[in-house]
């Protein structure tokens, strides 16, 4: 990997969009796993900044969310599928809509399943990235019910900064 900066792109299917993720800042980062701290693109009182960790390999990204007084609001979990361009070190992260919520208390939501159901209908993903969504829905959720969360969000607790 390179020593310079890599390029972080957020490509959204609802809405359409790609999103350079220019401000995020890199922690940690290595062939399996990228930590990130970063300020809300579009903050508002439930939501101002975060630290969110990218498993490469493993089709999900882990987010630690904050509101704007600084107060742990819930981890956010959302499914991704990850490209990576080692010639110009970019990496675009495609949200494959199904997202899981997981709050202090340990209450679990899955979330956007309707938007998964939509894309596909509008052709907006493919059947193969359907059922990549779904299997790696189901890998978290097998961590989660397990009672292993904590091996995906320690990656984020070990390397968090003192805000």
């Known amino acids: 990997m390179s020593d310079t900066r890599p390029t972080f792109l957020r490509r959204r299917l ?10 995020d800042i890199i922690l940690y ?9 970063w300020r809300a693109l579009h903050p508002k009182p439930s939501l101002c900044r975060g ?3 990218y ?3 493993e089709g999900y ?3 630690k969310f904050y509101r704007t007084e600084d107060v742990f609001r819930h ?36 979330v956007d399943l ?21 299997k790696h829905l ?8 397990d009672g292993k969360f904590s091996t995906l969000t320690r990656e984020i607790e070990s390397r968090e900064p003192d805000c």
Do not use: N
């Not at 609802?14 to 401000?23: C, F, R, W, Y």
């Not at 980062?29 to 701290?37: G, L, N, S, Y």
């Not at 361009?85 to 199904?98: I, K, S, V």
């Not at 998964?116 to 990549?132: K, W």
């Open 29 to 37: 980062r290595d062939e399996d796993i990228i930590v990130t701290k």
């Open 75 to 110: 981890w956010y979990c959302d499914i991704i599928d990850t490209a990576y361009d080692p010639d110009t070190d970019t990496y675009t992260f495609t949200d494959l809509l199904a997202d899981v919520i997981v709050r202090p208390d340990g209450f679990v939501k899955v």
């Open 61 to 63: 990204k882990v987010s």
């Open 14 to 23: 609802i809405p359409l969009e790609t999103v350079k993720l220019a401000d």
């Open 55 to 57: 498993f490469l390999k």
């Open 114 to 134: 309707d938007e998964l159901t939509e894309a596909f209908e509008a052709s907006l993903i493919t059947r193969g990235q359907l059922l990549l969504a779904l």
């Open 138 to 145: 189901d890998k978290l959720l097998k961590i989660i019910y």
């Open 51 to 53: 630290l969110s960790c």
